[in-house]
């Protein structure tokens, strides 16, 4: 058994777990924080997307043990006070979303991606960044209108 420190959404946590456990088991099973989603275990859809240290990562392919000191922020986390983030709200607002299952890892990869580009986020950008996440019941259209209207909204213009 290893033992890990590490940060989620704000709490420290310790975690005693066998050198093989994925963050998204542990983030699922023992932190029961099930707006991580389990889609493929083979890193192909993204549901199970998460921020360590501020980027964007797939929580299936990470080792508990890996993240000694790091600082991990689930979908759980990310609202801002009471409400949504602007992320999130944008998915409402935009009908970025339909079954739901993809949106966590769409939500925490158009975060991340507001971040890296800002302004210049582009639908071209958006389109290429969002290749490691599948959603199967839209046809993105609402999913990328929903992240440029964030991202206008982070930029402090109307969306």
Do not use: W
Not at 2 to 26: I, W
Not at 81 to 91: E, K, L, R
Not at 138 to 149: F, Q
Request: glycine share 10%; net charge neutral.
């Amino acid at each position: 058994m290893n033992k890990t420190r590490f940060t989620v959404n704000g709490r420290q946590v310790t975690c005693e777990a066998e050198g093989r456990t994925l963050l998204v088991d542990y983030l699922r099973q023992q932190l029961r924080l099930t707006g991580t989603h389990v889609g493929c275990d083979t890193t192909q859809c993204g549901a199970c997307m998460v921020h360590v240290d501020g980027k964007a990562m797939k929580s299936c392919t990470l080792l508990v043990a890996q993240l000694e000191g790091s600082d991990v922020t689930t979908i759980e986390g990310l609202a801002q006070g009471n409400g949504p983030h602007s992320v999130q709200a944008a998915f409402k607002e935009h009908h970025g979303l339909q079954c739901g299952f993809c949106t966590p890892g769409m939500i925490m990869s158009a975060v991340d991606m507001i971040r890296r580009h800002g302004e210049a986020l582009t639908e071209d950008v958006i389109r290429h960044d969002l290749e490691g996440n599948i959603c199967r019941c839209t046809g993105y259209v609402n999913i990328v209108k929903s992240i440029k209207a964030a991202a206008k909204d982070m930029s402090g213009q109307t969306p």
